[in-house]
């Protein structure tokens, strides 16, 4: 229930996200792996909300980050069915139209 | 009936427990979205882990902001994220797998940069918690409704009255422009993701 | 021992401190109370409410209904139900993913269960009272959603795909006016704390927000269409369309699996007519002046010790009496709306949502918080009723600060509250100067 104990579970979120990233063949799949990222970042700030001399700001920019995140994956997800529709496939490593 | 118990949630003697139970839950079911075979089993099990961080949120005193993870994220983000899965399945239950090689240096990658940002984590020396100031306003453990409306609306009532001369500006510009940006942003999702001609074969 | 307490908490406190020092088994021991009572709010509403839409249907189709168990009008026929819906085989398709089959059901069930958490069923009678308590009724009772989707993926079989998705895309689109026309009597109330809202439409039925203005008035009934749209009731039940799509999203669910789909459907019935009732109708406030006065000053003797804590505990029983018949009252009119009107096509419910009550809804939340500053310039009042909002809306603001206070806050107010005072003096000086 410490300001490190929070923090611990933000890095766990993070890092799960990262590799969620980094691994997952399926657009969707990344996608899941953004939003882990982001719930790591608001976990960390709303614990230095409330331990520690940040207050009220923390919250409000959790709330900006989870607003945003909507957003972003709003278009991403327009992005990835785009892609589906000009591929037929959800799969990122047959993005590779442009490589050298 | 509830008047003397409501305190904060996690000053309560039961709070640790109850912080522990969700944290398990939310890191636990964070690693089973990295694990899970299927993409609607990864939807699935971050469902859970979203909805543990937004109980672990309301543990920390942060009521408004719980309901908003559970508002938007759960109840909107992810079932968005469903809709798309069910939109480029490819087939029944298709599971696109990652070869062992790329997993195990995956896990390797992960975990060290887990242990170097736990070690910074217990390097430091955190400052003991201290109980906000709220100024003029009065507010209960978890009730920052007010405080954050009035924060969004430009006044920080919380800082105006109790430090010097300085008004601070509150966030009423962010909130415009957040506000501006998600009407364009949503625009040109629709736009994006509107109805064309699949293409034949591949 | 019981009269001479004034809550649950002191109550325990004298017993457990005998048990075990400390505040733990305290903590525990009134979460459980707190928990049984709702489970028995959420589990009997289905049980009433599936008995009386059996009768309803029935008389409305010129038959009797159920006559059998029970006696002469049937009302153990849900307790028979429940028996032979218990007793029936757990089956899972082959086809289907079995763990999110298995844990649909509850997604849908939680979701309705947790919106009783902050629903005050009377004067202080809630399990939660948060500050955004509205809020975090909106926020549950989107978490249905999943739960239905999973279903209908899940099973393995096109008609729950199809009704599955039917089903989120409208429960998604209809959250919109829902949260809307729920923010119209917030507006007027300036509070999202339900106990506070319900606290304030005391004093005559001239005080309930749907009188308050043109707005609001319109906004119930705009509310009340949305929240039957939102639990998928007739005429916009298209996901559970027998004669259509076998049975939507719970078409492979049977015995115990499904009656969790069912429990969740008029749980969340009664919770949004409860809500209704709260926002618009006055909540546990009967409406009569004479009587909502007598028992406001019932119940506050009877907290404060000085009048007899009887009466104040049976006001507050009288107050949820009250409660209880609105929220019935709008479940009723949900059922005879079920068996009177035809169904409509699903593009018919989209079009009703995006194309109608979405702007209708963003129209009436506009003109509401425009209409204090039409009162204002016109007829120099904020409300029409002789007695200011604001002296209610104050005197629940003020008591629901006063009920909540962490001791350590209130340790350091005066700290505080000295720097704000001098600094509060400082600028009156030079204003005056």
Redesign the interface.
């Known amino acids: 229930m410490s300001l490190s104990a929070y923090l611990l579970v933000g890095a766990v979120l993070f890092v799960c996200g990262i590799v969620c990233m980094a691994t997952k063949r399926n657009g969707i799949g990344v996608l899941m792996g953004v939003e882990l990222v982001l719930n790591g970042a608001n976990v960390n700030f709303v614990a230095f909300s409330k331990y520690t001399q940040l207050g009220l700001d923390g919250q409000i920019i959790s709330l900006f980050v989870i607003v945003l995140a909507a957003a972003e994956a709003a278009v991403a997800l327009a992005i990835a069915l785009n892609f589906y529709n000009n591929h037929l496939t959800i799969d990122v490593d047959r993005a590779s139209k442009l490589k050298g | 009936m509830s008047s003397a118990l409501m305190l904060s949630a996690a000053a309560a003697p039961g709070g640790s427990v109850l912080f522990v139970i969700f944290a398990l839950a939310a890191c636990l079911c964070a690693v089973a979205v990295v694990a899970a075979q299927t993409v609607v089993r990864m939807a699935f099990w971050l469902v859970l882990s979203l909805g543990s961080t937004a109980a672990l949120f309301f543990l920390a005193d942060a009521d408004f902001v719980g309901a908003a993870q559970l508002l938007i994220y759960v109840g909107g983000t992810l079932v968005l994220l469903v809709f798309g899965v069910m939109l480029t399945a490819s087939g029944p239950y298709l599971k696109i797998a990652t070869s062992p090689g790329e997993i195990i240096l995956g896990a390797v990658v992960a975990l060290l940069f887990l242990c170097v940002v736990v070690a910074s984590i217990s390097g430091v020396s955190w400052p003991e918690p201290q109980v906000a100031d709220a100024g003029a306003l009065q507010t209960t453990a978890g009730n920052t409704l007010r405080p954050l409306g009035l924060a969004f609306l430009g006044t920080r009532p919380d800082q105006d009255l109790a430090d010097g001369d300085q008004l601070s500006p509150g966030y009423l510009l962010p909130f415009e422009i957040v506000s501006i940006h998600l009407l364009v942003v949503l625009i040109g999702a629709a736009y994006l993701a509107r109805a064309k001609r699949r293409a034949v074969g591949t | 021992m019981i009269l001479g307490v ?5 109550f325990l406190a004298g017993i457990t401190e005998a048990i075990a020092p ?3 088994l305290q ?2 021991l ?2 459980v109370i ?1 928990a049984v009572l709702l489970v028995h709010a959420f589990a009997l509403s289905p049980a009433v409410f599936i008995w009386l839409e059996r009768k309803v249907a029935g008389r409305i189709q010129d038959r009797l209904g159920p006559t059998r168990v029970g006696g002469l009008f049937g009302w153990l026929q849900s307790l028979a139900d429940g028996i032979k819906l218990v007793q029936k085989e757990d089956l899972c398709p082959p ?1 289907a ?1 079995s ?2 089959f298995r ?1 649909a059901p509850y997604f849908v069930c939680v979701a309705s269960f947790a919106a009783f958490m902050v629903l005050p069923f009377s004067h ?9 308590g509205l ?2 009724i ?3 009772l ?2 249905e ?2 739960g239905i ?2 279903a209908g ?2 099973s ?1 079989s096109k008609w729950s795909l199809f009704g599955g ?1 039917r089903e ?1 895309a409208q429960m ?1 689109s209809y ?1 919109i006016p829902l949260a809307i026309c729920a923010l119209v009597p917030v507006i007027a109330a300036g509070s ?1 704390n339900l106990g506070e809202i319900g606290g304030m439409q005391r004093g005559g039925i001239q005080n309930w927000f749907i009188f308050h203005n043109p707005f609001a008035f319109i906004a119930f009934f705009v509310y009340f269409v949305v929240a039957t749209a939102s639990c998928k009731r007739a005429p916009f039940d298209l996901a559970e369309a027998e004669s259509e799509l076998v049975g939507g999203f719970h078409t492979e669910y049977s015995g115990i699996r499904w009656s969790f789909f069912f429990m969740g459907e008029y749980a969340s019935m009664f919770a949004v007519c409860g809500i209704a009732s709260i926002l618009f109708l006055g909540g546990w406030n009967t409406g009569i002046p004479p009587l909502d006065d007598a028992l406001y000053a019932a119940r506050n003797a009877g907290a404060a010790g000085q009048g007899s804590v009887i009466v104040g505990y049976l006001a507050n029983v009288l107050g949820l009496l009250v409660f209880v018949s609105k929220a019935s009252v709008g479940v009723f009119v949900q059922i005879w709306l079920r068996w009177t009107l035809p169904r409509l096509r699903i593009d018919q419910v989209m079009t009703t949502c995006l194309k109608y009550l979405t702007p209708i809804s963003c129209f009436l939340f506009l003109g509401a918080t425009l209409w204090p500053l039409l009162l204002a310039t016109a007829a120099q009042r904020s409300t029409w009723t002789p007695e200011a909002l604001g002296v209610r809306a104050a005197a629940e603001i003020r008591e629901s ?1 006063a ?7 209130a340790a ?2 005066p700290v ?2 000295s ?2 005072q001098a ?2 003096d400082a600028t009156t000086e030079g204003a005056v100067q």
């Open positions: 004034q809550s649950i908490a002191d400390g505040k733990g903590y525990v009134a979460a707190h086809a993913d763990l999110l844990s202080g009678w809630v399990a939660v009272a948060a500050d955004c809020f975090i909106l926020a549950i989107s978490l959603v999943f989707i999973m993926y899940s393995g998705m989120a998604v959250e999202l600060a009920a909540t206070a962490v001791p350590a806050a350091a107010q505080a509250g720097a704000v600094r509060l």
